[in-house]
């Protein structure tokens, strides 16, 4: 004979450690995600640092530079990714010499 007590006690307490399990690989996703944030922050510390922002005068174009040499983009489509629809649509521009 079984007993409706002792079943309903199984369905309980099986329905919360299913509840703990649940709590506890979410934690587990927490955690790794949380790591993952360290772990990049390290790396970013481990860089090699860039030279100085500031070019010698020497290496420096000429302020009249360029001045020669043109950009055409004529009849241009821009999206953000290939299957997107494009974000810039049929884009003219002239990028003259000497232009900044």
Same mark, same amino acid.
């Given at each position: 004979?079984?007993?409706?007590?002792?079943?309903?006690?199984?369905?309980?307490?099986?329905?919360?450690?299913?509840?703990?399990? !649940?709590?506890?690989?979410? !934690?587990?996703?927490?955690?790794?995600? !949380?790591?993952?944030?360290?772990?990049? =922050?390290? !790396? $970013?510390?481990?860089?090699?640092?860039?030279?100085? $922002? %500031?070019?010698?005068?020497?290496?420096?174009?000429?302020?009249?530079?360029? @001045?020669?040499?043109? =950009?055409?983009? @004529?009849?241009?489509?821009?999206?953000?990714?290939?299957?997107?629809?494009?974000?810039?649509?049929?884009? %003219? =521009?002239?990028?003259?010499?000497?232009?900044?």
């Amino acid at each position: 004979a079984t007993y409706a007590g002792d079943i309903g006690l199984i369905i309980t307490q099986t329905l919360s450690l299913c509840g703990m399990v !649940q709590f506890g690989m979410r !934690q587990i996703a927490v955690t790794i995600a !949380q790591m993952t944030s360290v772990e990049r =922050i390290l !790396q $970013f510390t481990e860089l090699e640092r860039e030279g100085p $922002f %500031k070019s010698d005068d020497s290496v420096k174009p000429p302020a009249t530079w360029p @001045d020669e040499g043109e =950009i055409i983009f @004529d009849h241009v489509y821009l999206t953000y990714s290939a299957d997107t629809a494009p974000v810039l649509k049929d884009l %003219k =521009i002239v990028i003259e010499s000497g232009m900044k």
